[in-house]
């Protein structure tokens, strides 16, 4: 990362503040400088724990941004953080885990705004503090999780950025093994003096595997790609939509699994990382297997 990329402190609060204000919902965000007590994941991604208690149940990141009915409300403000310290790192790390380990695919997962309205204790045992510590951490991950797929939540897909050169005998192969695997064309400049073609196009990395080969396959050799990683891009489809319409239903089927793009990526990683995949039998057709003869 260069220097010029690298904000301070101020200036990263003035940015972060007039995105804020630019939003659509301006009053919802109104005063949530003040309230910010983490990002997460690691503490530097793009989600927000934010401290909304009347009495000031973590410790903020910017204290000084405080508006100033809060900060009368705070009176006992340390009082109460000693009284909910037991707690308010365990309620921090876990919203640390859920961000980075979010409900679809156990990756990391981005703007998520989770905010702590009212911390309540009641007078326990120290034998039972060990397995409060575990329930909290469970409840807050699974209470984040919840809230992250009551939203309809989307797929991040890694995309490379695959640069061809072809001649004009190939070009519709290349397109076709390129449209086949989901890819997107950007654009195609001819080199002048020669009958080349440079196709510059955008391939998801779940879907290049083989996908060199194919192409050299395809063309006899003539083309060869050059993949290099772009980052991320959204793919604008719910993993969790199932028909509902008769016209739907009629055309797709209950399911819809060859329709649903992203319930398919989802369920790929999910089975390759041992999570459970909802709807697949582990056994199908248990009524007909046979033990073999001795």
Known sequence: MSSRNILSEEDFKKELSAAFSETKDRDGWKGVMGQIAEFGPRRTGQNLLLDATSTGAFERLFPELIDNTDAAQNGNQEEQQRNTGLFSDKISYAFQLATNQGPLCHEPVQGIAVSIEDVTLTETGDEEMGRLTGEVIRLVRDAVWQGFLDWSPRILLAMYSCEIQASTEVLGRVYGVITRRRGRILSETMKEGTPFFTILSLLPVAESFGFSEEI???????????????????????????????EELEDLGELADRENVAKRYMDKVRSRKGLVVKGKKLIKDAEKQKTLKR
Do not use: H, N, Y
């Not at 790609?225 to 028909?243: K, S, T």
């Open 216 to 246: 050299r396959k395809r063309t006899s050799g003539a083309a060869s790609p050059q993949l290099i990683f772009a980052g991320f891009e959204m793919l604008d489809e719910d993993p969790f939509w199932v028909p509902a319409t008769e």
